[in-house]
Structures are given as C-alpha cells and as structure tokens.
C-alpha cells in the first residue's frame, strides 16, 4: 500500500547545523497490517512516520501510496490525502483547549464538508464506542490523560481513514492505560486497518498485536521482524 524508495530527510539543509534524520529508507508497508517503528531517541522513527503520513516531504527519494507516486505533488493536494487517508494521534495529543471532547472530534471533519447532523452522529458514537460518551461535552483540559487519549483516539478516525498513525503513543501513560491502549489497537487492527505507530515501549513492541517491528538506528534501519 505504502512504498518508501531512497529516503532521506535533512533538517537545516546546508547550515552549520545540517542534520540527516533519515538516511536512505527503503521499505514497503503493506495494508491491514499493525506496523511499529522501534528505536532510541533520534533514531528517526517519528520523521520517518511524518514522511510515510504526507506531514513532511523527503529531501530526496519517493512515496508512493496506493501505486502512485506522491513525492512531488502540490501541498492542496498532499492536504487532501492526509485528510481521507490517514488519521493522526500525536504524542502529545494535540487537542484545543477550551472545546469539549465532541467538539475536537468533530474539527478534522469540517473540511469535507458533509451534514453536520451526521457528523455529529458519527463523533458519538466513536465516543461511546470508546465509553466516552459520558464526558463527551467536557473540556478536554478537564479529562485525565486515558480520557484524553481516547480523544484523540476518536478523533483520528473521524474520517475514516484508512491508515492510523500514532506518534509514541503510550509515552505519557503509564500502565494500565498503556494496556488500555493496546485493547483499543487490536480492536482497530481487527476492523481491517493499517495501522503504524512509533514507540520505544516493550510493552508495545512485544505486544500481540504488533505483527511487525521495523528497528531503526541513526536514520536507517538495522532490523526488520
């Protein structure tokens, strides 16, 4: 589904301060498959998630998704696959204070227009499937961190992506809601989705649930089980 070919990522390309986060990635991601991308801080592991999720561009090599190749397409149209394609949490959650759990469920899918009625139908019931529905009209800033990964786990499939991608995402739990998390990821894993996450957590890599473990060192990668 996904192809990466000769990746490289340089961040301050041609300062004194030049840096490669990745460095020649060659790798394809199939579908329906749960892939975790394990390695040390500054392995690259989160630059190779922003790259494989149309969150950044590689300085040289190509993307293809779905037999297409997107490397050099406009960013309205990068815009448009992020947002049918993939389903982002990011580590740190990411969601807008001062709005209730519904209300940042419902933000990504404003974009693409749709009925508002059914929009919101749809952010309820990821809730309660989620057994959030009785804190769905709370400030997010008033939700313990479970509560608020669950959030942020309802509002990456908002849209019904395709692809979910999570960003360290048992980092800041500790774990029982690591556990959680995991149940929450079979479940997806078993609705049929692609799922790829990056994490430097046993519990996660050692999990079940992850069928395959991409290792990565120094911006490349130095194993593949």
Same mark, same amino acid.
């Given at each position: 589904?996904? #192809?990466?070919?000769?990746?490289?990522?340089? %961040?301050?390309?041609?300062? /004194? $301060?030049? +840096?490669?986060?990745? $460095?020649?990635?060659?790798?394809?991601?199939?579908?329906?498959? &749960?892939?975790? *991308?394990?390695?040390?801080? !500054?392995?690259?592991?989160?630059?190779?998630?922003?790259? &494989?999720?149309?969150?950044?561009?590689?300085?040289?090599?190509? &993307?293809?998704? #779905? @037999?297409?190749?997107?490397? !050099?397409?406009?960013?309205?149209?990068?815009?448009?696959?992020?947002?049918?394609?993939?389903? *982002?949490? %990011?580590?740190?959650?990411?969601?807008?204070?001062?709005?209730?759990?519904?209300?940042?469920?419902?933000?990504?899918? +404003?974009?693409?227009?749709? #009925?508002?009625? =059914?929009?919101?139908?749809?952010?309820? %019931?990821?809730? @309660?499937?989620?057994?959030?529905? /009785?804190?769905?009209?709370?400030?997010?800033?008033?939700?313990?961190?479970?509560?608020?990964?669950?959030? =942020?786990? =309802?509002? =990456?499939?908002?849209?019904?992506?395709?692809?979910?991608?999570?960003?360290?995402?048992?980092? $800041?739990?500790?774990?029982?809601?690591?556990?959680? *998390?995991?149940?929450?990821? #079979?479940?997806?894993?078993?609705?049929?989705?692609?799922?790829?996450?990056?994490? /430097? @957590?046993?519990?996660?890599?050692?999990?079940?649930?992850?069928?395959?473990?991409?290792?990565?060192?120094?911006?490349?990668?130095?194993?593949?089980?």
């Amino acid at each position: 589904m996904i #192809e990466l070919s000769g990746i490289r990522k340089a %961040f301050n390309q041609g300062r /004194h $301060n030049e +840096y490669w986060a990745l $460095n020649g990635i060659d790798l394809t991601i199939p579908s329906q498959q &749960v892939t975790a *991308f394990f390695g040390p801080s !500054g392995s690259g592991k989160t630059t190779l998630l922003t790259v &494989v999720g149309c969150l950044a561009r590689p300085t040289a090599g190509r &993307v293809r998704l #779905e @037999d297409r190749d997107i490397s !050099g397409l406009p960013e309205r149209f990068l815009t448009q696959i992020r947002r049918r394609t993939f389903g *982002f949490i %990011f580590q740190q959650f990411n969601l807008i204070r001062g709005m209730s759990a519904l209300e940042n469920v419902m933000l990504p899918a +404003y974009p693409l227009g749709g #009925e508002w009625r =059914a929009l919101k139908q749809r952010a309820e %019931f990821l809730l @309660d499937s989620l057994q959030l529905s /009785h804190r769905r009209t709370a400030r997010v800033e008033w939700l313990s961190g479970g509560e608020q990964q669950r959030v =942020a786990i =309802a509002r =990456a499939l908002i849209n019904d992506p395709k692809v979910l991608v999570a960003d360290e995402p048992t980092a $800041n739990l500790d774990t029982a809601l690591s556990k959680g *998390f995991l149940d929450i990821l #079979e479940t997806l894993a078993a609705e049929g989705r692609t799922v790829l996450l990056s994490s /430097h @957590d046993p519990m996660v890599i050692e999990s079940s649930v992850v069928q395959r473990v991409v290792k990565l060192r120094d911006g490349r990668i130095v194993g593949d089980l």
